[in-house]
């Protein structure tokens, strides 16, 4: 291969053919460039809807034709249950920023343990922001949030609207590629219009006309935050909002592993088959009584549990 004639980028934004390459090889650093997959099709091709994701390196050539994908470090996912297959939403990331509000919508414990499973199986180091404070924070939700923080888990409270906490927060993702995932409203679009003031941010409109096509569900989009020396110091690679996060890349087996609050307890149970649900002598069940598992915790893992085993008992029918 010619090196002369290639360059390194990577991928800020893309749909089908079409890829928005930033942080060129090169003068200078701020271009950006339109180039093409060759026939739609990489050499790696794990994922053939997405073979590109924003995060991915790649190697171009002088006419905007992308050659190859530079391995990668890691890839966030999400269970994409139309094509019933795991959907690449962004690669190489440092972290992913689980976001949550307070008020509207309310806070949901739910989503977060979701977004958690999805980080742990991708072996990306999560951490939880909720937004909206302004809109004032209840001691139940502290109680809530404490969970997270128990589980070595950082815990950020911050208001788009008023500025409070956003410099922890903005010290948290300096000088690396974070993720961002949310459920619709939180602030995702408020969060990153505040950072790149520069950009008419549109996610929720572009998204919203891609959906209805057949390919993009999955507009992620990584933006640059340029410091006064030329270098950026922030990526940011966000996400389509989204109303729930399937969990079918994992078994119903499997599931507790996910929950590192249960390990003092998985073992004890009387049954090593032990679905922690309605088993006698399940110590996960009984750590749960005892107030040593927080009921939100068990709850969500048992509405999972629930939702993997239809889905397997469907999967035999
Ligand atoms: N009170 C309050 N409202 C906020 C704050 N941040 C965002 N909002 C409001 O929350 C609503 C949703 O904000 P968006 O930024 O559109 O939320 P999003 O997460 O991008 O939602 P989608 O575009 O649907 O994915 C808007 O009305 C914002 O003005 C905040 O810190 N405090
Ligand atoms: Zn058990």
Redesign the pocket.
Known sequence: MNEVNHRHGTVLWGANNIFALGLLSGEDPRETWECRLKGKRLKVDDDPYNPLSPGDRVMVDRHGTILERLPRANAFHRWNIKRNNLQTLAANLDQVVI?G?V??PPFRPRFLDRALICAEYDSVTPIIAI?????GVTDEVLERLAVYHGLGIPVLL?????GEGMPELLSLLSNRVTGIV????????????SIFPEVV?K??EV?EKYQRGRHTTTLARMYLHWSGDGTPDLKIIDT??VRELGMNFITPADLSFYFKDFDPYRSQCAFSSCTHDHEPGCAVTQAFEDDLIHPDRYESYLRILQELTLAKQRKYE
Not at 131 to 135: A, S, V
Not at 158 to 162: A, G, I, P, R
């Open positions: 976001m509000s008020g509207t937004n909206k404070t302004d809109l911050f208001s788009v609207e008023t949310g459920q619709s409203g939180v602030g995702k679009s408020s969060l990153l219009q941010i996610i929720g998204s389509p909002g």
